[in-house]
């Protein structure tokens, strides 16, 4: 199927509209919060004001005595902790004991409507005794006072090592050692969150949630509120954005249910554009030290990392995302010797997660620009360097990653012709410069969650005597096209259009299982799991068909609603013929298909995050136009190669590579998330600074098709990866462009006049902190880096 | 306490009881069941909750019901004919420029309101008109493209 060429295809490949776009343009999606149930209550959470502290009493007497107010909820009634990772159930859906960030939630109220709601907080009295907080890495290490977590403030600490990287530092001609930070940031998406949940007298709780994973939505409600989750329906509604933002699991839908369940009436809650910054989960701040041993060609010897993780109050994905800050450096270049360490610190923040990238851009950021500050020392460009390390298709790294297909090179060539990088990089004319880098991503992590033997994604295919075609599957679109991958792969298999194709998907009551929207996974599992079904079906079709052509079934064709003979052209019938004859033969036609990934985890411990059954590669050069005296840095033009598999839908490709680089422009220039003691400095969407129409540059966007062996139809991720090389290149067009270094993200005006100022010219933090990391796991390297 | 008022949506006139600070947003999505307007700040920063008043794009979710009497109000519901969806539908869903389409209704009522004063708009132009209403999912890219082939389609 990888292979198969594309003028055979007939939706697969071409830039259609997709399934649900009608919907969108026309305001009838119907989105989270746009959901009205009758005699629905509405629900506001109370939130701590203290970053740090002991609730020593909660009391709703005077919220639970206001007209209009139908339930209050506090920490007693929802003792179960819960989160996403089987490692971190460290969280409560109304804090009972201690507050851990401002904004965690204490108290929750039910009432007739949002400004009862509203007034029924203002009326609960908690008394809170106040902890000393830790805001920073070096506070939670510094340990002051009571630890955010009984077992301290160290989260995780890991380190993994790969070969003998003190030795291949030692006979390295050449090694460099860089500090870099990367300031957290956050997803904004532009829908806030929000859930219904509706609870019958036949003690089935529905919930509908604005989530990027209604599988684990569903986990955490049966454990949290002690039902079986036979008795749980979770509905996953368009995300209005998403970004990682809505793959946690949230107290507002584990409230909103238990509300629910209390008051025997619908309720809803939506969370205000200030809840949403606290919510959260999204970019850790990452302080990275990297030491790489070079030869005098460029050649990398080995490579020490470390990452420095402020996580925030909880776990979240954070044992996941300290190890994704250390594992894909080795997937784009060829390391013969790694060593990784890295530290999640717990800080008295709302907790990070998973943003676009999940823990890479951070250490793709570090990687980059040590690359083209050695490439200097050596005396090589910056296209030079990376060539002579660059990664092989059909190889395995140090760190066991399998890598199949690999455009990585094909990406480079394009940008660096297309923008003609070499010849004007040493040529630009003052305060503009070209910067370059490259990356790679998973498609779709190889590991769940939780580690078991079913499959990732599973889909039905079920066809109806009038020709149409039901699609059923647990994937959720949140906006990056995952119904149109559904769609187009079944109408591709059974020859139909995308017309004939009815999709209901992202219903644990209704469809078969996709883990969710994350880690780029979709197009990857959900496709190949849709190819499974739809030939199952089409095999059944093909062999009533071919009884009525008089043929063997391989000789049919199925195009443009059409089931006929391949050699001779005439000789066809309908598809909706097709099934009727099937139909009449055998009952129901009906198939379903799952897709699991390979087992690819290396053999060592940690060795879980990392694997992927593909990775993307992408390469981007972006020029910038710098005011020294403003130190202003601004983006006019951006060259970004995709290296995709095969595109299954160009304009979507293209929509999320371009998603991608506006992202990393927001991230690289002005996005942060910063606070002071606790308080969050811009928790608005006017003072959180993102791109506007005003500040997007002109994007040249080439899609590269690796045609991936295992991909559906060769396909691989498009989402999240096409990210990551942009905000490196934007740090290395600024020291293009103005001679100065600014070794933390974002690069903002007031950093470049620093950097500026400075006999340095570099702005960046000076080393990392004193950690005893626990020794290394030494890892047994694959047969073909033994010996290197 | 509520006040009488009479609001113009989408070509009907509508008679409404309504308390005095709610919004018109919130009138529109929970008293005439338009939800195809958002919100995503309620407080005028991101345009999600964009409409036409007079023709003019317009921040539903900072205006009170009584501002608007006597003005023509239109949301993303009155903008196809009948079934027929309008130019910007179209050409938005043609060019992907609708990704999770939580900004789409006011994006294309704010680029309607650029076509009906300037049927051929320069990029400049789209991306000035177009600057208030924030969008996280496209990089804006595709819109400009949509917004320049409706109006190439208008001839």
């Given amino acids: 199927m990888a292979k198969t060429q594309a003028d055979e295809l007939a939706v697969v490949g071409k830039s259609l509209p997709k399934p649900d776009a009608m919907g969108k343009v026309s305001g009838q999606a119907r989105f989270a919060d746009d959901l009205m149930l009758p005699r629905m209550l509405f629900a506001r959470i109370l939130r701590s004001p203290l970053p740090h502290a002991r609730i020593r009493q909660v009391d709703a007497s005077r919220a639970r005595a206001m007209p209009g107010v139908q339930a209050v909820l506090t920490g007693e009634d929802l003792p179960i902790k819960y989160g996403i990772l089987p490692v971190s159930q460290d969280e409560e859906a109304l804090c009972s004991e201690k507050v851990r960030y401002v904004g965690d939630p204490v108290a929750a109220v039910a009432a007739t409507d949002e400004w009862i709601a509203d007034a029924a907080l203002e009326a609960i009295d908690v008394s809170f005794e106040a902890l000393p907080s830790v805001m920073s890495i070096d506070e939670a290490l510094a340990q002051p006072g009571e630890p955010i977590h009984p077992r301290g403030n160290v989260h995780k600490a890991v380190a993994l090592e790969f070969g003998d990287t003190e030795e291949g530092l030692r006979s390295a001609d050449h090694t460099r050692e860089d500090v870099v930070f990367f300031e957290g940031n956050t997803h904004l998406p532009m829908e806030q969150h929000a859930a219904v949940a509706q609870y019958g007298q036949d003690g089935k709780l529905t919930v509908w949630s604005s989530t990027q994973t209604p599988h684990y939505v569903h986990r955490a409600l049966g454990k949290v509120l002690e039902l079986p989750m036979s008795r749980i329906r979770v509905i996953a509604t368009p995300n209005g954005g998403g970004f990682g933002g809505k793959s946690d699991i949230f107290a507002h839908e584990i409230v909103a249910a238990k509300l629910a369940m209390v008051t025997g009436r619908p309720v809803k809650i939506t969370l205000t554009r200030e809840e949403v910054f606290y919510a959260h989960r999204g970019r850790h701040p990452v302080l990275m030290k990297v030491r790489t041993g070079f030869r005098r060609d460029g050649r990398i010897t080995a490579m020490q990392f470390q990452s420095f993780l402020d996580g925030g109050g909880y776990g979240s994905y954070g044992v996941a995302s300290t190890y994704y800050t250390g594992a894909l450096q080795t997937a784009t270049y060829a390391i013969p010797r790694y060593r990784f360490e890295g530290v999640r610190l717990f800080t008295n923040k709302p907790p990070c997660g998973p943003k676009r990238g999940h823990g890479t851009p951070q250490p793709r950021f570090a990687l980059e620009v040590h690359l083209d500050k050695v490439a200097d020392e050596l005396g090589l460009d910056p296209v030079a360097i990376r060539r002579r390390n660059l990664v092989q298709p059909n190889s395995q790294t140090v760190n066991w990653l399998r890598i199949t297909s690999c455009g990585l090179e094909a990406c480079m060539d394009r940008v660096v012709a297309d923008s003609r990088f070499l010849e004007r990089r040493t040529a630009m004319p003052s305060g503009r410069g070209l910067g370059f880098a490259v990356s790679s991503y998973l498609s779709g992590a190889g590991t769940a969650i939780y580690w078991n033997d079913m499959p990732h994604s599973e889909v039905q295919v079920k066809v109806d005597r009038g020709g149409g075609v039901s699609v059923l599957c647990g994937a959720i679109d949140i906006g990056q096209g995952s119904d149109h991958i559904l769609a187009a792969i079944v109408a591709e298999v059974l020859g139909v259009s995308l017309q004939d194709i009815q999709l209901t998907t992202a219903d644990t009551d209704l469809t078969p299982i996709d883990l969710g929207s994350y880690s780029s996974r979709v197009t990857f599992m959900v496709g190949n799991a849709a190819i499974a079904a739809a030939q199952r079906v089409r095999q059944r079709l093909a062999e009533a068909a071919a009884r009525m052509l008089h043929c063997e079934s391989d000789e049919l064709s199925f195009r443009g609603g059409q089931v006929g003979r391949r050699d001779h052209p005439g000789e066809a019938i309908s598809f909706a013929q097709t099934v009727q004859a099937a139909e009449a033969g055998e009952g129901l036609i009906s198939a379903s298909g799952s897709y699991t990934p390979p087992k690819l985890a290396g053999p060592y411990k940690g060795s879980g995050v990392g694997p992927s059954p593909a990775y993307s590669f992408s390469a981007a050069v972006v020029e910038v136009e710098c005011d020294p005296r403003t130190g202003e840095v601004r983006v006019p033009e951006v060259w970004i190669a995709h290296d995709i598999g095969r595109a299954i839908n160009p304009v979507l490709v293209e929509g999320q590579v371009e998603g991608s680089v506006y992202m990393a422009l927001g991230e690289a220039l002005m996005e942060e998330q910063t606070f002071r003691i606790g308080v969050h400095k811009f928790p608005s969407m006017l003072e959180y600074k993102s791109p506007t129409t005003l500040e997007m540059p002109v994007v040249h966007t080439s899609l590269v098709e690796s045609l991936d062996p295992e991909g559906p139809f060769g396909a691989k991720e498009a989402g999240q990866g096409p990210l990551l090389p942009v905000i490196p290149a934007i740090a290395n067009a600024v020291y293009n462009a103005l001679g100065v270094r600014i070794d933390e993200i974002p690069i903002t005006p007031e950093k470049v006049l620093r950097a500026l100022a400075q006999p340095s010219r570099r702005v960046g933090p000076k080393g990392v902190p004193r950690f005893a990391f626990p020794s290394p796991i030494q890892a047994a390297r694959p047969p073909e880096w033994e010996g290197k | ?155």
Avoid at chain 2, 13 to 26: H, S
Avoid at chain 2, 29 to 57: A, F, M, N, Q, Y
Wanted: hydrophobic share 40%; glycine share 10%; charged share 20%.
């Fill in chain 2, 1 to 155: 306490m509520k006040v009488a008022v009479r609001l113009r949506v989408n070509g009907q006139d509508t008679e409404l009881l309504v308390p005095p600070y709610k919004t018109v947003l919130e009138i529109l999505r929970e008293d005439l069941g338009l939800t195809g307007t958002k919100h995503g700040c309620e407080l005028g920063e991101c345009s999600t909750c964009g409409i036409l008043v007079d023709g003019k794009p317009f921040l539903s979710c900072l205006a009170l019901p009584l501002d608007l009497e006597g003005h023509e109000i239109t949301t993303i519901e009155g903008l196809a004919e009948g079934s027929r969806p309008h130019p910007l539908q179209v050409t938005f869903a043609e060019l992907g420029a609708a990704q999770c389409g939580y900004c789409t209704p006011s994006m294309i009522l704010t680029a309607k309101a650029l076509l009906d004063t300037d049927p051929h708009p320069s990029r400049a132009a789209i991306q000035q008109a177009l600057a208030g209403v924030l969008c996280r999912c496209t990089g804006y890219l595709k819109i400009f493209e949509a917004v320049e082939l409706a109006a190439s389609r208008h001839g």
